[in-house]
Nanobody, 127 residues
């Protein structure tokens, strides 16, 4: 059973930075897709950034150039470095895993592809 545990959320001012982490356990396969989603109050959950087992990445237009997704495969940790944060980045951020690779558009476009989700970590950006 795959388990995902996020950490690193918090409160920052506009222009600040945060790094989210997602510790993964329970999967020994070589092919996967891992993504960060976020859900703001009253809004749908949306894909933010994705990375596959080959290291290919993709980003939502709203975070391109500000957020960076990366992974430490040896430690099974997924990261999301968030710079130049804006109030509109305020949301609960979720780590998600699928046990196969897909295109970035597919990975960011729909929650239904993911079998496993973390509990979420809250990010608040104040102006």
């Amino acid at each position: 059973q795959v388990q995902l545990v996020e950490s690193g959320g918090g409160s920052v001012q506009t222009g600040g930075s945060l790094r989210l982490s997602c510790a993964a356990s329970g999967y020994t396969g070589s092919s996967y897709q891992m993504s960060w989603f976020r859900q703001a109050p009253g809004k749908e959950r949306e894909g933010v950034a994705t990375i596959d087992s080959d290291g290919a990445t993709g980003y939502a237009d709203s975070v391109k150039g500000r957020f960076t997704i990366s992974q430490d495969s040896a430690k099974n940790i997924l990261y999301l470095q968030m710079n130049s944060l804006k109030p509109e980045d305020t949301a609960v951020y979720y780590c998600a895993a699928a046990l196969f690779r897909m295109t970035a558009i597919q990975a960011l476009g729909a929650r239904r592809w993911y079998n496993y989700w973390g509990q979420g970590t809250r990010v608040t950006v104040s102006s």
